[in-house]
């Protein structure tokens, strides 16, 4: 735990990391098809720690019948050492295009992350090589040691998803209010504008063209970005941090880097106010009916 604050402080790395970012945000830009299918959009979760997976998988499944050394354990030791190594290469580029989104702190850490990943995946394909060459010690030396560092780093990313909530739905723990509940006087709410209010301490966006009123969470599911500092096309908001595009009817994700659809509300006017209450997320996705006839009133809770 020290280490990883000691990283976190590390602003030295910070002029690099930078240049780097630069690099992989010319290669994978925002709103762009390589983008979408690295950050996992098209599954609906970040593709990421999927990849990871099969790497680690592979490489300490290698690792262990390296211990049990006879030689049909070997051939499959090597194989699965090989797939590893091929499979790293997609994990490090969907890796570093959700590390191009990063900042600070949590850059560092990430930077730490890639690096540590970067040596044992060299160590890997050294003791691919050596297995070729029949250097057998090397080679479960050099694994070893991957598998130790790999480890070292597994742990770093960890402490980036589970300490610094990176990957995760920014909007997973909001109270969503499950009753109708006032959010804005009717006539504060201008046509065309994003309006940012709150309810229940949650930060509600709202948008009005026509008789049609939208209600979201004000909060980006990628990266907790406020939605009402971005702007509006096509019906949809565009998240001002790193482009992700949401439609206002649904909170369907029209474009990543987020994965996760904006939470959504039903919204009805009532007595020159207009409420709103949470739509189950089993409605997502499905049309909202007229404001002044709200569908769900016969519900129960
Ligand atoms: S915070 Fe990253 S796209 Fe919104």
């Not at 006032?182 to 994003?194: K, M, N, R, Y």
Request: proline share 5%.
């Amino acid at each position: 735990m020290r280490l990883t604050t000691r990283i976190e402080q590390m602003e030295s790395v910070d002029p690099f990391a930078r240049l780097v970012q630069k690099l992989v945000s010319r290669a994978v830009p925002q709103q762009s098809l390589q983008k979408d299918l690295l950050s996992g959009t098209w599954i609906g979760r970040p593709l990421h720690p999927i990849l990871t997976d099969v790497v680690i998988g592979t490489w300490i499944s290698a690792f262990l019948l390296d211990l049990l050394s006879d030689e049909r354990t070997e051939r499959a030791a090597d194989r699965l050492l090989s797939i590893g190594n091929v499979s790293a290469l997609p994990t490090i580029a969907a890796g570093l295009s959700d590390w191009s989104d990063l900042w600070g702190a949590q850059q560092r850490v990430g930077s730490a992350h890639a690096l540590g990943n970067t040596a044992a995946l060299c160590l890997q394909i050294l003791s691919s090589r050596a297995r070729k060459n029949g250097s057998r010690k090397a080679a479960k030396l050099l694994t070893l040691a991957a598998v130790g560092i790999g480890g070292g780093s597994a742990y770093l990313g960890g402490h980036l998803s589970f300490v610094n909530g990176v990957g995760v739905n920014r909007t997973a723990f909001e109270a969503w209010p499950q009753e109708w509940m006032p959010v804005i006087a009717d006539d504060d709410l201008p046509e065309g504008t994003l309006i940012e209010s709150k309810v229940n301490e949650v930060r509600v966006l709202l948008y009005k063209e026509g008789e049609e009123i939208y209600a979201l969470s004000d909060r980006c599911t990628h990266r907790g970005c406020r939605l009402h500092l971005g702007q509006v096309k096509d019906l949809s908001v565009e998240c001002s941090c790193h482009g992700s595009i949401f439609r206002l009817s649904d909170g369907a994700v029209i474009r990543g880097p987020a994965t996760v659809p904006a939470p959504v509300y039903e919204v009805r006017r009532r007595d020159g106010r207009i409420e709103v209450r949470r739509l189950l997320r089993s409605q997502w996705g499905t049309k909202r009916t007229d404001p002044n006839q709200p569908s769900r009133d016969q519900e129960g809770p």
